[in-house]
């Protein structure tokens, strides 16, 4: 999957940059996809952040997912990622990763690396399909004391 850089959309979907105008509609996805959810000022504050980049995914007109990263030195951090539960399991969240992960590379990528709650099956299972693999464990990692697992993608063994 994270070898295709030519992403294949269905017809009426597209990605695009995260603008000022989308807050409110990031947002309500994020309160109904995420167990704590950002305020929409931390969305805000992604567009002011000179290494963040936060990309949408579009279907027909409607915001179907969205996911935020950080790019520095070559590592990119997966702050943040969604999707709107009626249009899970089409590949929005794959075809986002795809799209940041192709991006990063024409900026000299290294690697990837994110965390994700212990429990979150279906999230793992979009990584390790990806290519990411568990690599640590941060305990009591969020508010409500669930560990993260920290995983991460050779993005230059990946391109070999
Ligand atoms: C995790 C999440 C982003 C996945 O989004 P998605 O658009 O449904 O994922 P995709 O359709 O791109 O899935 C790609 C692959 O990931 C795996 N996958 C995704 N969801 C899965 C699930 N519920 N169960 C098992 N495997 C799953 C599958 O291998 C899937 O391919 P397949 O559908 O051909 O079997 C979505 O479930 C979500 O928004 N969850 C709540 C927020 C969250 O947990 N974000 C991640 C924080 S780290």
Not at 13 to 33: G, R
Not at 42 to 47: K, Y
């Amino acid at each position: 999957m994270q070898n295709n850089h030519t992403i294949i959309f269905p017809e009426g979907d597209s990605i695009e940059p995260m603008q000022l105008a989308d807050l409110i509609a990031v947002h309500q996805l994020e309160c109904a996809s995420q167990q704590e959810p950002w305020s929409l000022q931390h969305f805000a504050d992604e567009l002011d952040n000179p290494v963040a980049t936060v990309i949408l995914y579009w279907h027909c007109g409607q915001l179907a997912g969205f996911l935020c990263s950080w790019l520095i030195a070559g590592e990119l951090q997966i702050q943040n990622l969604a999707t709107l539960p009626a249009l899970r399991r089409r590949g929005v969240a794959a075809r986002l990763l795809e799209h940041a992960i192709a991006r990063s590379r024409v900026a000299g990528l290294t690697s990837v690396w994110l965390e994700v709650r212990a429990s979150n099956a279906p999230a793992i299972a979009l990584y390790k399909r990806f290519g990411f693999s568990a690599c640590g464990k941060r305990c009591a990692y969020y508010p409500d004391g669930e560990d993260a697992l920290i995983m991460t993608f050779d993005a230059v063994r990946s391109e070999e």
